[in-house]
């Protein structure tokens, strides 16, 4: 049996290694608006994340902690989420799998001093869609976006992931 998590408009929760268990899985993550939910050094999945009303909430990654989060919904339109992503944390953010408007109000704030890490799998065919917001990204952090190949399509631009043909 996968694990729950619910945080209440403005509630804040952390997950360490003992809150992570021995499975690491998280079944369903809802957070409600304004919520803070910290992972602190543990490595964590998170097979489905809702974001329950209008406002905007933050996942942050903290002390070397790896997260992994799959579907991402949310219950009402105009839902944001921000990830931080502190010293030494790595995320693996698999867009393909989710509401192309929820990863349009997605941003991806480096806190990381250069040692941070974003896996980035972008929807199949991202030229059609909006993409999410980097913010803090300095020398040192690493930026992995699936699928690139030896063509480069995607990079960083003005504070957002872009595809390499809107560059024009």
Not at 66 to 93: E, K, N
Not at 100 to 112: G, K, L
Request: net charge negative.
């Amino acid at each position: 049996m996968l694990s729950t998590i619910t945080l209440a408009a403005n509630e804040t929760a952390t997950i360490a290694e003992k809150e992570a268990g021995a499975s690491r899985v998280f079944g369903d993550v809802t957070l409600g608006q304004y919520s803070h939910l910290i992972v602190d050094g543990a490595e964590a999945t998170f097979k489905h994340v809702t974001l329950e009303r209008l406002g905007s909430r933050i996942i942050e990654l903290r002390n070397g902690a790896q997260l992994h989060v799959g579907a991402l919904g949310f219950a009402s339109m105009g839902a944001s989420i921000i990830y931080r992503i502190g010293t030494g944390c790595v995320l693996t953010y698999d867009a393909s799998q989710w509401d192309p408007e929820v990863v349009a109000n997605t941003t991806f704030d480096f806190a990381s001093q250069g040692s941070g890490t974003l896996k980035y799998f972008p929807f199949i065919n991202p030229e059609w869609l909006d993409c999410p917001n980097v913010t803090g990204y300095s020398n040192g952090d690493t930026l992995e976006i699936a699928g690139q190949g030896h063509v480069q399509r995607f990079q960083v631009r003005d504070g957002r992931i872009v595809a390499s043909a809107r560059l024009a």
